[in-house]
Each structure stands twice: as structure tokens, then as C-alpha cells.
């Protein structure tokens, strides 16, 4: 969706568009840049699934969305096919996922997490991958999961964890951490990094522990969620907004245009 944002900020500030699409997922974008085309706007749209196809364009700015482990990479590739110019600018999004702070029970609430947990698997910056709670994970797991359980009827998993999650679990246990086992997700009460797909890291602590752990995990967190009133001293969002941003949300806490 942060690639989806940035054809329309681009459209809408008048710049021509050229966008290296996923092998893996090029059909959303590809798609609306086909519709966009369908209206006739005066922007240059053009798509590709190879970087190899915009050699000698030499671009004022690149958005770039991907693993800080790729920025170096796609830098010197775009430098190699004299893609950028040398007044380029770089616009990189690296945020991993979201925090959120749960500080009460309500039925509400919870589907909220849950929306915010599941909706992707996981997967996306604006998905929650750890919860700061004054609850412990003992004293929420049996109507967390129920909801989790409820939530899954309508809107099954269609990707599944491989055996690395069964080993983290067996690690759990050996360790006497507590966790729970939900087959295709894994909830552990943990303050260490989120690392691992298809884990939810349960942290028991107030608002204190909030704000050490979003400035401890950096760049990598997307937004901070609230349940109920502001946290001061930390820039947070509603949680019920979690997979329903405004159309201008600022990934990485950059506005597009």
C-alpha cells in the first residue's frame, strides 16, 4: 500500500511516474497505473518488473520501500544505470511494523487488536507485531483468543508459517516463557525485538516501558496505537485506524508529497 501512495502522491504533484514493480506482486499497481492510464492524465506512467528498463532516465527522487539490508544495493544498481541524476533524492521507507498500548478489555478493543494484528498475517508496517499492556499475557489468552479464533472464520490465513515458528515455540517452553499457541500464529510474552514472522510479542508495562521500547526499536516501528486517551510525550494514532489510515498517513513519518 505504501507503493499504492506513492503513484498517487506522484500523479497528484504532477511528476512523471516510473515504478519497478515486485516479481512476486506486480498486479495491484500495475492494475490502478492501467486505470490511470484510462483516464488520460498527463502524467508519464510507466511500469516494469526490471530496473534494468530505466537505464539513462536519470530521475530527481526515488521512493524506495524494502529492507534497510537493500538500500546500498538499489542505490548503486540505479548509480550503474545512470537511473538517478546526481541532484537525486532518496525517500526510503524501512519500518518493519507497529506498536500498540492495550489498557483495557473491552470486546471493541479487542477486535480492534486483533483487526490490527491479523488482518495481514502480520505482515505490512501498520500491523501490530508487539503489545505494551498493564494485563498479563496469562490474564487476556483465553478471550484474546477466542476473538482470534473468531476473526480467523471470516478471514483464514492464505499464507502459513513453516517450522521455524514450531521451533521458537519448543524454544518457549524449554525457556518457561509464557506464549500462546494459536497453530499458524504464536503469541509470546517477550520485550525483545520482533523479528520472526507470524509472532506477537506481549510486553507487560505502562506507558514507561511503551516509550523505552518505540525509542529502542527506532526506525523500524511504523505508529504507535492508543486505545483510549493520549500518551504524552509519543506520537500516537487511533487504534481502530490501524488498517484504515487516511489517505495521507506518512510512512516512515515522511509526507509524500
Known amino acids: 500500500m505504501v507503493g499504492f501512495q506513492d503513484v498517487l502522491a506522484t500523479v497528484l504533484s504532477g511528476a512523471n ?24 492524465v498527463e502524467n508519464q506512467l510507466d511500469i516494469s518488473t526490471s530496473l534494468d528498463d530505466y537505464k539513462n532516465i536519470s530521475v530527481d527522487k526515488v521512493l524506495f520501500a524494502g529492507s534497510e539490508e537493500s538500500v546500498i544495493p ?39 487488536m486483533i483487526e490490527a494484528i491479523f488482518r495481514y498475517g ?3 508496517c501498520r500491523s501490530v507485531a508487539v503489545i505494551v499492556s498493564p494485563f498479563s499475557l496469562n490474564q487476556v489468552k483465553c478471550h484474546f483468543t477466542d476473538y482470534v479464533e473468531e476473526f480467523w472464520l471470516k478471514n483464514p490465513q492464505h499464507k502459513k508459517p513453516n517450522e521455524r515458528l514450531a521451533f521458537q515455540f519448543a524454544y518457549n517452553k524449554a525457556i518457561e516463557r ?14 525483545e525485538f520482533p523479528d520472526q514472522e507470524f509472532t506477537l510479542n506481549w510486553v507487560q508495562g505502562d506507558q514507561e516501558k511503551l516509550k523505552e521500547l518505540k ?43
Do not use: C
Request: aromatic share 12%.
Open 17 to 40: 511516474y516510473y515504478g519497478k514493480l515486485s516479481r512476486k506482486d506486480p498486479y495491484l499497481l500495475a492494475s490502478y497505473v492501467a486505470k490511470l492510464n484510462e483516464f488520460e
Open 74 to 112: 538499489v542505490q548503486e544498481k540505479l548509480q550503474q544505470l545512470n537511473a538517478v541524476n546526481e541532484n537525486n533524492k532518496f525517500s526510503i521507507r524501512t519500518a518493519k511494523f507497529s506498536m500498540a498500548y492495550l489498557d483495557n478489555e473491552n470486546p471493541e478493543t479487542l477486535r480492534d
Open 122 to 124: 502480520g505482515k505490512g
Open 178 to 191: 509464557n506464549q500462546a499457541w494459536l497453530d499458524d500464529f504464536l503469541v509470546q510474552e517477550t520485550d
Open 215 to 257: 525509542q529502542q526499536f527506532g526506525a523500524s516501528v511504523q505508529s504507535v496505537y492508543r486505545t483510549g486517551e493520549h500518551i504524552e510525550g509519543i506520537k500516537t494514532e487511533f487504534l481502530s485506524q490501524a488498517q484504515n489510515p487516511d489517505l495521507w498517513w506518512e510512512p516512515d513519518g515522511e509526507g509524500v508529497i
